[in-house]
């Protein structure tokens, strides 16, 4: 693929991880049909095609596929040089059913996890672990406590937060609590962000500005919507893998979402690109955005997913896409 990635600096960390990152959430995943969207085999095409592309930053997550996620991309690096990457996973779901200690943040199930996490990874570290939500049984210095022992142990080199919704003050409690004790604080985020989604525009992001924590947003194509292949009044398309469908509709074939997805595809034909393109290079010119997480189904989609990096957007036309939404904190 003639295409080479640049690096772009985590936050202050001082990592250096690739512009766009590969999200792997598909892997092993089946569909309510029971059929499996990403086979072992396609998973790793894809993965070769993102490494062609100059990718280095790989997002999982251990109950992405039921495990089988980490699994394959653990198999794919073993012909690899593992310093050459910046594998990501996040923690938090149940791993065991009818086990109330099998899931959340508590200290058993986070520090038994990572074990197994880096076996099926076949790696001896993470470069960044996520929570990937919020545990409310947990108490903010228990689970900060915890987290810093793995950093200790060197199992773990960076912490993030990976969210659902905006909650800005629990990141800044979070990261307070290690100030005092001297622990490490979390130093990149995974929030939902796209030109529909836009919620974390208010305080989070400055919280982040502020206190120099990287982002990696999920979902930079609002599950699909950005792709362009959704139009007004029109059925669903028979590609579609839009989850919860009646839900998804919803909350997004909404008047509001397609004023901005016009927007969207008058730059795109302005500079030669798809809707998914400009919907990324939106938040590749973002000053407060790390790397976008992609994902994909085949080669092909990823690498027009990819080539996004090759979109410039003038000021002018970074700034219409940025006031298309008429009230971007809307889903807050």
Same mark, same amino acid.
Do not use: C
């Given at each position: 693929m003639d295409l080479d990635l640049d690096t772009v600096p985590m936050g202050r960390t001082g990592l250096e991880v690739s512009e766009i990152a590969f999200g792997t959430w598909r892997f092993g995943r089946e569909t309510a049909a029971g059929n499996l969207e990403i086979s072992r085999e396609r998973g790793h095409d894809l993965l070769d095609t993102y490494e062609a592309a100059g990718g280095r930053f790989i997002d999982t997550a251990n109950v992405y596929g039921g495990g089988v996620s980490e699994e394959w991309i653990g198999e794919w690096m073993e012909e690899r040089n593992r310093d050459e990457f910046v594998i990501a996973s996040k923690i938090f779901g149940s791993t065991r059913e009818d086990d109330p200690n099998a899931g959340g943040l508590n200290r058993k199930h986070v520090r038994n996890q990572i074990d197994v996490m880096l076996d099926r990874l076949g790696t001896d570290y993470l470069d960044v672990l996520y929570i990937h939500r919020w545990d409310?049984?947990?108490?903010?210095?228990?689970?900060?406590?915890?987290?810093?022992?793995?950093?200790?142990d060197g199992k773990v080199h960076y912490l993030g937060a990976s969210t659902g919704r %905006?909650?800005?003050?629990?990141?800044? /409690?979070?990261?307070?609590?290690? &100030?005092?004790?001297?622990?490490? %604080?979390?130093?990149?985020?995974?929030? /939902?962000?796209?030109?529909?989604? &836009?919620?974390i525009e208010a305080e989070y992001m400055e919280l982040c500005r502020e206190r120099d924590i990287g982002i990696a947003p999920w979902s930079p194509l609002a599950q699909g919507?950005?792709?362009?292949?959704?139009?007004?009044?029109?059925?669903?398309?028979?590609?579609s893998t839009a989850s919860d469908s009646d839900r998804w509709e919803e909350n997004y074939l909404t008047e509001t979402n397609f004023d901005v997805l016009d927007e969207v595809r008058d730059v795109a034909e302005e500079v030669g690109a798809t809707e998914a393109q400009v919907a990324l290079a939106y938040q590749l010119h973002h000053a407060d955005v790390t790397a976008p997480i992609v994902g994909a189904r085949t080669t092909d989609q990823l690498e027009e997913n990819l080539r996004a990096a090759t979109v410039s957007l003038s000021d002018e036309q970074f700034e219409r896409l940025e006031a298309s939404k008429a009230d971007p904190y809307a889903d807050i």
């Open positions: 409310e049984s947990t108490a903010a210095r228990e689970l900060m406590r915890t987290l810093n022992s793995l950093v200790e %905006p909650n800005g003050w629990r990141i800044a /409690r979070a990261n307070e609590i290690a &100030r005092q004790h001297g622990w490490v %604080p979390f130093t990149v985020t995974q929030p /939902r962000y796209s030109l529909v989604n &836009r919620e919507f950005l792709t362009g292949k959704y139009e007004r009044d029109a059925d669903m398309p028979d590609d």
